[in-house]
């Protein structure tokens, strides 16, 4: 069973930057990794997410130009630089990957049902 780890969360005034780092314990055999987030009240969302050769990046709206995400299979590790934080960022961020051998039919790197591993998550919180 693969478990992924996050790291990185904190405090943070607006406008500043944090770096989360998503370690996996084994080697994933994923496609996607991804990164979402959920505010107090509100449902889970995508952020950000990449594909297993870097060749691919995509973005929620919402952090387009701000956040970049990176990984490196060498280390079994996914990252997100997030920079020019606002407080609307604040959430708690999820990594997670997807399996190769077992993707739900029809969806999409945006869908979290298409993620079959989670990590506990790591709180962000962006002072205004």
């Known amino acids: 069973q693969v478990q992924l780890v996050e790291s990185g969360g904190g405090l943070v005034q607006a406008g500043g930057s944090l770096r989360l780092s998503c370690v996996a314990s084994t080697r994933t055999r994923s496609n996607y990794m991804g990164w979402f987030r959920q505010a107090p009240g509100k449902e889970r969302e995508f952020v950000a997410a990449i594909t297993w050769s870097s060749d691919k990046l995509y973005y929620a709206d919402s952090v387009k130009g701000r956040f970049t995400i990176s990984r490196d299979n060498a280390k079994n590790t996914v990252y997100l630089q997030m920079n020019s934080l606002k407080p609307e960022d604040t959430a708690v961020y999820y990594c997670?990957?997807?399996?190769?051998?077992?993707?739900?039919?029809?969806?999409?790197?945006?869908?979290?049902?298409?993620?079959?591993?989670w990590g506990q998550g790591t709180q962000v919180t962006v002072s205004s």
């Open positions: 997670a990957a997807d399996n190769v051998r077992n993707v739900p039919v029809g969806t999409y790197y945006y869908s979290s049902i298409r993620y079959a591993y």
